[in-house]
């Protein structure tokens, strides 16, 4: 009777809180400027067209070291809670022996022979839940260390898809500058022939040659860091680099914009959009059973344990048995229960203050992204007009100093406009599609929770 209402009691009561989620204070509205409503982001880098990027994004995800490391964290969380779990249960052992003994001064006697064979049982009954709770902080850290994998897979996909942009608009500029140093070689040519004549002054000459040596200097500055950005992108997806010039020597050759993707219009949604706010707030559940856990001290713990065993001795058998109830209640321990239960709530307040962090570091990423955004699509509609218009003036100037009507000067400050201008344009483009990088990332990168499944 007594073991029944132990059970009972066992049943009931549970130390510490249940968890509730903390209520965070969030804005109603994005208050930058953002292109509408929410939609699938799920493989958001799709939206580029560009296949090389999704033929290195898709190695990415297949072999990296980052997301190696987040699953062994799961499969270790999971052993966690596993172990966590088995406490709940009984514990059984079973053990055998055989041995011989004797006396080594008088061996006449012969040799005692013992076989002993038994069962040892115990099962800690979890009176006030302190198995249980400890049970339930596993079970959240694991869901914790699984939102840290997809945070790790959105996180890569960012970098994966910023350096192939980098590495794009690297080749663009480079492209650009030796375009220039071969128009400016031309001009070398001639102004040195008409210098040598005695039509034009032999600093004209000099002027053009420096001008030119400037810029294939840059161009090949622009070479190294494309040729930079390759070994990034080799670490980056594992491929082998010859394989990798060959999927990106099929990517497109321009800076395609990514398809418009909409973004949520309640910055509440981002609590389970984005895997970091999630393993946060995972994270503070898993330190608020651990509370309970610390609390658990407090009480009695109550054990049932038996065994039962069969010993033979020179063909005498015998077979004890033993069963009985355990109990066990903390006395006097010097404060440290009460210690352990400060240290546990202040784990708490710091897993809050983390959680709260990541919310409100979510909310600026993301009005970051948007108002970065929002600028460079203006800047660049400016960019664009400077540089036709740095264009058309170079032509002209160029066209003036072929027939006499400029000098070297005029032309090569016309040129240095122009580039600065051109360059610019493709720096803003390189901004933009980095910024729309940023913001899938900021809103989740397509990772979403469905039905307590992650996706």
């Not at 958001?44 to 990415?60: R, Y």
């Not at 540089?387 to 240095?416: H, K």
Request: a negative charge.
């Amino acid at each position: 009777m007594f073991i029944l209402m132990v059970c009972c009691l066992s049943a009931c009561a549970i130390v510490g809180s249940d968890y509730q989620r903390p209520a965070v204070r969030m804005q109603e509205a994005w208050q930058a400027p953002h292109p509408g409503n929410v939609s699938d982001l799920t493989k958001w880098w799709a939206t580029f067209n560009d296949h090389a990027l999704d033929a290195l994004l898709e190695a990415a995800q297949k072999d990296n070291p980052t997301l190696s490391k987040a699953l062994a964290a799961i499969d270790k969380a999971r052993a966690k809670r596993e172990s966590a779990g088995a406490s709940l249960f009984p514990q059984v052992n079973a053990d055998a022996s055989k041995t011989w003994s004797g006396d080594a001064k008088h061996s006449q006697q012969g040799a005692t022979r013992t076989i002993t064979g038994g069962l040892d049982a115990s099962w800690e009954l979890d009176l006030f839940g302190k198995n249980r709770r400890n049970t339930e902080s596993a079970e959240y850290l694991q869901q914790a260390r699984e939102a840290d994998w997809h945070d790790a897979r959105v996180s890569l996909a960012a970098e994966v898809a910023t350096a192939y942009v980098d590495y794009r608009a690297s080749r663009l500029k480079q492209k650009y500058y030796e375009e220039q140093a071969a128009s400016q070689t031309k001009t070398t040519e001639l102004t040195k022939i008409s210098a040598d004549a005695g039509f034009t002054a032999p600093a004209d000459a000099r002027l053009a040659e420096a001008s030119t040596a400037s810029t294939m200097d840059t161009a090949l500055a622009q070479k190294a860091e494309g040729d930079v950005l390759v070994k990034t992108l080799v670490s980056l997806t594992g491929l082998d680099e010859t394989e990798l010039l060959r999927i990106l020597g099929q990517g497109a050759p321009e800076l395609s914009a990514p398809v418009s993707f909409k973004v949520t219009e309640v910055p509440a949604d981002l609590l389970r959009q984005r895997p970091d706010i999630v393993s946060a707030e995972r994270s503070l559940a898993s330190t608020n059973a651990l509370i309970g856990v610390a609390e658990g001290a407090r009480y009695p713990s109550f054990s049932l344990g038996g065994s039962i065993s069969l010993t033979g001795t020179n063909g005498v058998t015998t077979s004890p048995w033993s069963f009985g109830p355990t109990l066990s209640l903390p006395l006097f321990d010097g404060g440290k229960i009460s210690a352990d239960i400060k240290s546990a709530k202040a784990d708490y307040a710091s897993a809050l203050a983390t959680y709260q962090q990541a919310v409100r570091t979510a909310v600026k990423e993301v009005e970051q992204a948007l108002v970065r955004l929002d600028s460079s699509d203006k800047r660049q509609q400016e960019a664009q007009k400077s540089a036709e218009g740095y264009r058309a003036y170079f032509t002209a100037t160029e066209q003036n100093w072929s027939v006499g009507g400029a000098s070297i000067l005029d032309l090569e400050t016309a040129r240095r406009s122009t580039i600065s201008a051109e360059v610019k344009l493709i720096e803003l483009k390189q901004a933009r599609l980095e910024y729309w990088v940023a913001l899938y990332k900021a809103v989740g990168g397509g990772w979403k929770e469905v039905d307590g499944e992650t996706k």
